[in-house]
DNA sequence: CGGTGAAGCTAACATGCATCAATAGACTGG
DNA sequence: CCAGTCTATTGATGCATGTTAGCTTCACCG
């Protein structure tokens, strides 16, 4: 299977965890991949679905609607499996949309449902792949609960940034994404003219400038501290630490 | 096995997912039960365990000390596996601490281990309990990104009556719980003194009446519309949309 | 019975954020 | 090249919430 302008994408969240052998498996569940526009709706709260979709390149909101505004409840960058639920779950309970171009990759049920029977290890990754997603939504929980807005905004770059270095797609000055301040003021639950604000703040600060989602800045360490950024939630340190007896 | 004063303690998050032997299965799995007092912290950021844990009276939370403040970032009532992270992650990154007193189920991994063996049906059931936390985690960010502080108290007791009736266990009038106001102001992320102003206001709404933790109302209906409740999220609505095929 | 400590409550002032209004810049399509 | 739309920006005003301080109520216990 050729994956267009992705390279090895699945070096993904489950890089370290899986040997060679069942990252190539894993890529062999994906049956076809897909482009997507900015915007598009990918999965829709309610649909049922017979396949599950993986990021193979650009960046995906979790987003629920409520009262005429719309709110960003997660955020997934390229390796992430983005609607795992619905092979469990069937329906979804919020969207899931792009934010600029995507490229996804396929996964019928029917294949995930052999993989799971045939290779107790990927079933093993697939559950860390889902704690995790857990313990990023705590860690948002505890951000939306401490932080001011700038100092959430400059938490989730840090995140992401953290994410992309995991994935080997990091860059030591700046972070290039699409999002809109209408898009960080979703991720906050704050206005878009106080999200305004807030950019205006990092940039005071000479901490961070974000520029049509670009983030540029000289100095993580201090934007890191800043947003009292650990990223000890996101459980990298080294290979997946699962009993080696279960399984 | 026994359980002093809980009856039917599985009733739980599984109840209808799981038939009557599969239910019986899991309490096999407990090898002892275990009281613990009010604050007593159950399971501590860090620690690597070889048990985990089922709630069987009581309430606990997932709390993140940060900055020498404590965050709450999730409630658990009976039935709720507590530490399920702690099987597939060994260590968690975050506490679990009771409010009030609670009676808890110790169910070893090796038994664990070999019930996800041998019973396909079990661990698709612990699957799903691991995505309808991170359903109920979603929830918590939109109500934190949306609602002022009265509505996010008037909405997280308005959860814990749909997750309290769904295991039986909730009153027409009132819900009784151990919850100071700080812990309120922790779950909402505000100050108790505003949390106190939010209890008012919900007083003076005549909404509810929120006494020493103990929530008392006649009228359900108005408070989840007042909080915007709409327990979709839950994953409550018969049994379990698992793909029949499935295992 | 009265002391003690935790929890609940109130007031006054400071700051964060929402809202409205208006404008400027940037991209897009004709 | 212009018009239209989406995005970014700024100022003014009011509500939501933080902070500090002090007080009250209640459960518990000596």
Redesign the pocket.
Known sequence: MEFPNTGDFLAGRLRDKLGHDDQAYIESLISETREAESGEVLVSRGTIANSSTILISGYVFRTIESGNRRFIVGIHVPGDFIDLHAFALKRLDHNIVASGPVTLGIAPHQRLRTALEEKPRIARALWFATLLDAAIHRKWIQMLEQL???RRIAHIYCELHRRLELIGQANNRSLRTPF???DLADMC??????A?????KLRELELAEI???DLYTSNWDALREYAQFDGAYLYSDGPLRFDQDWL
Chains 1, 2 share one sequence.
Do not use: K, L
Not at 196 to 200: F, H, I, L, S, T
């Open positions: 001011d807005a700038p809109t301040q209408i639950g704050v206005s878009a003219i106080h305004n604000r807030a950019v205006g520029r049509r989602g």
